[in-house]
């Protein structure tokens, strides 16, 4: 892009797509009916994650007629959060908004972010009110994951989403945090700033189904608390701590009853404390091993997304 492009934008909105194709078109027409009455000069970075189906047709039958689109097709699907970073990184604009592509982030938002943007909060944030049409088992889910996010990392992230608007400098923050796992919601409540919190109803979605399975999600929340809170670790030590009074006040016991002749066979005890202290030690070598994982991965240093294509008019 020329610098004079570069310099021409006042407004970034960034979408992570994924099979996202069939109703991308009335994604961009609604975000594109809200952005052009506000008179800024915006781009609308579309991230294909690579989905299998057409998204990356939609977007490029987008770009081909909106000037603002601007397209990016990674390699293969690499997850939200690298897409949101992939998309990151390419924007431009004074302001950044982060939004999902299936009209679940209501694009009327974005007027009243941009004012309060202008009104000084770098960090302009849409807070969950009602969280929609969610099931009861999701519902649970993300109560025991923010609640355990907050005990460990000390972030209350309650209602949070990943539709924000960031102040440029919040995303030239950003680009430092070098790491590769990536956590945007927890990435964005330790970097700071004034913010100002916007609650939202979540809509339901445009069309297709959430594609979040059970496995992509619980390895999100072990990045959320692995990449911001090495309690677990701490924990590990307080427990084997613990153990350590419990057995010594236990070795005293079995010691004072052998010499007063008292000793009966405990076969019980030593079943228990045998199943107990083993499974506390797979436990600890397991969040270790959890920990020495992400570090291996951190040590790589793979680039955390790859862009295969990219259009723009
Ligand atoms: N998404 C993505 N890569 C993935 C999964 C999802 O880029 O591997 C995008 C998706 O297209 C959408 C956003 O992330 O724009 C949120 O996903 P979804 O609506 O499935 O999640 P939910 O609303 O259930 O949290
Ligand atoms: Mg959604």
């Known amino acids: 892009m020329s610098e004079l492009a570069r310099q021409a934008c006042d407004l970034s909105v960034v979408i992570p797509l994924y099979r996202e194709g069939v109703h991308l078109g009335d994604t961009v027409k609604e975000i594109s009916r809200v952005l052009e009455g506000l008179e800024t000069r915006y ?61 679940q982030h209501p694009p009327s938002l974005i007027p009243t972010m941009l004012q309060c943007w202008r009104d ?4 302009v944030e849409a807070v969950k009110q009602h969280r929609g049409k969610e099931s009861l088992q999701s519902r649970v889910r993300a109560q025991v994951f923010y609640r355990t996010f907050a005990l460990l990392a000390g972030y209350d992230l309650r209602g949070a989403s990943d539709f924000k608007l960031i102040d440029r400098r919040v995303l030239e923050a950003w680009r430092h945090m070098g790491e590769r796992n990536l956590f ?46 090495s309690a677990p670790l701490h924990l590990i030590t307080l427990a084997g701590m613990g153990f350590m009074l419990f057995s010594l006040i236990l070795g005293m016991q079995t010691i004072y009853l052998k010499l007063a002749g008292k000793a009966v066979d405990g076969f019980t005890t030593v079943i228990l404390l045998l199943l107990i ?26 680039p955390r997304y790859i862009i295969a294509e990219q259009v723009e008019q």
């Open 184 to 229: 945007f919601r927890g990435m964005s409540a330790w970097l700071g700033f004034r913010r100002v919190q916007l609650p939202f109803d979540v809509p339901e979605r445009a069309g297709g189904q959430s594609t979040w399975s059970v496995l992509k999600l619980t390895r999100l929340a072990m990045t959320a608390v692995t990449s911001f809170s």
């Open 120 to 123: 000084g909060a770098e960090v």
């Open 43 to 103: 781009e609308l970075i579309l991230v294909d994650d690579g989905s299998p189906d057409d998204t990356w047709q939609a977007i490029t039958a987008q770009a081909k007629h909106n000037p603002a689109v601007k397209g990016l097709r990674l390699s293969r699907n690499f997850g939200k959060e690298a897409a949101l970073a992939a998309g990151l990184e390419q924007a431009c604009g004074k302001a950044i908004v982060v939004m999902d592509g299936d009209l």
């Open 277 to 302: 202290i083993g499974g506390a030690v797979m436990l600890g070598l397991g969040i270790i091993g959890t920990y020495v994982a992400r570090i291996y991965e951190e040590v790589k240093g793979r």
